[in-house]
C-alpha cells in the first residue's frame, strides 16, 4: 500500500525523516546530576525508566527540561533522511515522536518540512508519550482522520508497538512509503 491509500499518514520523527544530533548518554548523565541535585537517587534505571518514574514522583519538569535541552540543540544540527524528502502530498501529514515538540518543531524548520506537516505532537504535547497510543490518536483526530484509515511510519519497535496499541497500520521507515 503508498500513502495514497490512507486518509492520513504519520511519521516519528528521530530516525525516520531526521536523525537528531543527541548524545544520549550526555542526556542521562544530565538528568541522573539534576535529579541529585534534588537528592533523587535514579538507581541504574536507564533514561527512559528515569522519565516515566520522574511522573510518579513529581519531578517530570525537571528530567523533561534536561532532555529537551539537548534535544533542542540537536535539532539545530539535526541530518535529515532519505523519506523527508518524500513527504506525501495527497493527505495530511503528522509527527509523533518520543522527542519533546520544540525539538520536532525546529528540526523539520531546519530542513523546510514545516509546511509539509500539519500536526506534530511530541512527548510533552500530551499526557503520555510512545508507546502509549495517546499522541498518535491525537495526531490522528487532528489529521481528520481513524485510526483504521491511518498509517504510521517509524524505524522502532516501541513505534510498531504504539502503532498496534493505536489501531493504525504501521510502516517501517527502511520499507518507504
Request: aromatic letters at 4%.
Amino acid at each position: 500500500m503508498t500513502a495514497a491509500d490512507y486518509d492520513a499518514v504519520v511519521y516519528d520523527l528521530d530516525g525516520t525523516l531526521v536523525r537528531l544530533d543527541v548524545d544520549w548518554d550526555s542526556v542521562a548523565r544530565d538528568v541522573d546530576a539534576a535529579l541529585a541535585d534534588h537528592d533523587i537517587d535514579t538507581d541504574g534505571h536507564d533514561l527512559w525508566d528515569v522519565l516515566e518514574r520522574s511522573v510518579e514522583t513529581g519531578h517530570r519538569d525537571i528530567v523533561e527540561e534536561a532532555i529537551a535541552a539537548h534535544e533542542r540543540d540537536g535539532a539545530e544540527t539535526a541530518s535529515i533522511l532519505a523519506l523527508a524528502e518524500d513527504l506525501p502530498h495527497e493527505v495530511p501529514v503528522g509527527v509523533v515522536s518520543l522527542n519533546c515538540e520544540d525539538a520536532c518543531r525546529r528540526a523539520l524548520d531546519r530542513h523546510d518540512l514545516a509546511d509539509h506537516v500539519d500536526v506534530v505532537i511530541g512527548r510533552d504535547t500530551v499526557g503520555t508519550f510512545k508507546p502509549d497510543p495517546e499522541p498518535l490518536l491525537a495526531a490522528v483526530e487532528e489529521l481528520g482522520s481513524e485510526p483504521s484509515q491511518a498509517l504510521f511510519v517509524g524505524d522502532s519497535e516501541s513505534d510498531r508497538t504504539t502503532a498496534e496499541r493505536a489501531g493504525t497500520d504501521f510502516q517501517w521507515v527502511r520499507d518507504r512509503v
